[in-house]
């Protein structure tokens, strides 16, 4: 009994200096006084006591740990995570898919790509009315980017029919990107078919007559009913509209071939035919960029000056482009039209730097298919040769290239520069790319 009364007064006294010690730790914590408490029934006063120490060191060791750990990365706002029922950027999936087909290329298919030569040019054949084994291993050797077609070749509806078909249908099966078939079809004094009395198609009259009739309806008829000619024969690419402003009363180039004087007149005709075209599944071209209106030159016989400053080209020459770009326009042909003051020297539009890149591309943000007008014209074949023209053209900043005089020196100055550092495989990619986008977005 004596040793239970003992022990009861023990653990009063425990008790009492358990109370002073829970009361001195209470600064540490609710967590430590909790511990401390569970382990008073262990050993007494001085277990207690050194418990308390204990655990103030522990807590204290902790705030060392805690304030050297690294404070938490703040973020700005959380990461979207991408919607699966987000319809993909149309244009967007289209680069990516150009891209992958680029990269699958040789740099002999990609150098072929930047042409677009006649059949004749492909085959060597003296005059081309039909596809067949020649235009096969001519399309295995040399997979341009587009054929182009002229009269000579389009001689009644069937023949036309089965020659681009059977092209078409070869270069599916040997190249990576669409065929390009082209054909110039503006309607009036400029057509390949339209007037030829064995396709009986519908004849239209000069586009300055259209325009003077000041009624777009008109023009995007023209557009409409080519288009849909064009389209029955197989073509897919129509050299049209032509968004030459007329501003040289002495022009004879393009004075029948142009809407008229005035810009917007001009913008409101061209178009429309080109929409009449879109319509019916073939590419238009605006032609020819800067402005063939205020030459009194012909670029087909020689070097042809415009004179005009670049603050009135803004004004007048330009804004039909300018138009075009802003509606989206795929592609855009570049004249051989020298003009002096706004590129500061002789070199035709169709090869200079500051023409295409520095102006349709930087100033007015084309990110198109730049497309020359012919090379083998005067303006050029008499000072360049082949193989020049065409690597200036791509330094320039076009992308493809129409008729060189020579094709085969044309494509081999082009494939020398590439492997000569002097042209940038970057560079080369870019038109491959630009090109291709725009065949997979007709096909589609």
């Known amino acids: 009994m004596g040793d239970r009364r003992n022990l009861r007064s023990r653990k009063r006294r425990g008790g009492g200096r358990f109370k002073l010690a829970a009361a001195a730790i209470l600064a540490a914590g609710a967590a430590a006084l909790c511990f401390i408490a569970a382990g008073s029934f262990v050993g007494g006063a001085g277990a207690e006591y050194s418990l308390a120490a204990q655990i103030s060191e522990e807590n204290q060791k902790t705030e060392s740990r805690t304030s050297q750990q690294p404070a938490p990365v ?8 991408p919607d699966p029922t987000e319809a993909p950027d149309p244009k967007e999936a289209l680069r990516q898919q150009a891209e992958a087909i680029a990269a699958s290329m040789t740099l002999e298919e990609k150098v072929c790509q930047l042409f677009m030569v006649t059949p004749e040019q492909l085959t060597g054949v003296g005059q081309v009315a039909a596809a067949g084994d020649a235009t096969r291993q001519a399309l295995l050797n040399r997979p341009v980017g587009g054929l182009i077609y002229f ?29 390009l078939l082209a054909v110039d079809e503006e309607g009036g004094s400029v057509t390949r078919i339209g007037g030829q009395s064995a396709f009986g198609e519908a004849v239209f009259p000069d586009m300055a007559q259209i325009g003077a009739e000041g009624n777009p309806q008109k023009a995007y008829e023209v557009g409409k009913t080519i288009g849909a000619y064009l389209k029955k024969y197989g073509f897919n690419m129509d050299f049209a509209p032509d968004a030459d402003v007329l501003t040289n ?25 080109a929409q009449g075209l879109m319509e019916e599944g073939i590419q238009p071209v605006y032609k020819h960029f800067p402005g063939h209106g205020a030459t009194a030159g012909d670029t087909h016989e020689g070097f042809a000056y415009s ?4 603050d009135q080209l803004r004004e007048s020459e330009l804004v039909p ?10 592609c855009i042909m570049v004249g051989h039209i020298s003009a002096p003051i706004v590129a500061g020297d002789d070199t035709p539009a169709s090869l200079s730097e500051k023409l295409i890149q520095q102006l349709l591309r930087d100033e007015m943000g084309f990110e198109g298919v730049v497309v020359t007008d012919a090379l083998n014209m005067g303006a050029i074949q008499e000072h360049y040769s082949s193989g020049d023209a065409a690597v200036k053209a791509i330094q320039a900043g076009a992308d493809l290239l129409l008729m060189p005089a020579d094709f ?10 590439v492997e000569d550092g002097v042209i940038s495989r970057e560079r ?14 007709e096909q589609s």
């Not at 000579?152 to 669409?178: D, F, G, H, M, Y």
């Open 408 to 417: 085969e020196a044309a494509r081999q100055g082009v494939l020398q520069a």
């Open 74 to 81: 703040e973020t700005s706002a959380p990461v979207k995570e």
């Open 151 to 179: 009269r000579q070749n389009l001689q009644s509806p069937e023949q036309t029919r089965q020659l681009l078909e059977n092209t078409r249908e070869i270069a599916s099966q040997v190249e990576k990107l669409p065929l």
């Open 249 to 273: 009363s002495d022009n004879r180039v393009v004075a029948d071939r142009s809407f008229g004087r005035d810009p917007q007149l001009v913008w409101d005709m061209a178009s429309q035919v």
């Open 307 to 310: 004179e005009r400053t670049i």
């Open 321 to 330: 482009f300018q138009k075009a770009i802003d509606a989206g326009a795929d």
């Open 428 to 441: 080369l990619d870019q038109s491959v790319i630009r090109i291709g986008m725009m065949k997979l977005k």
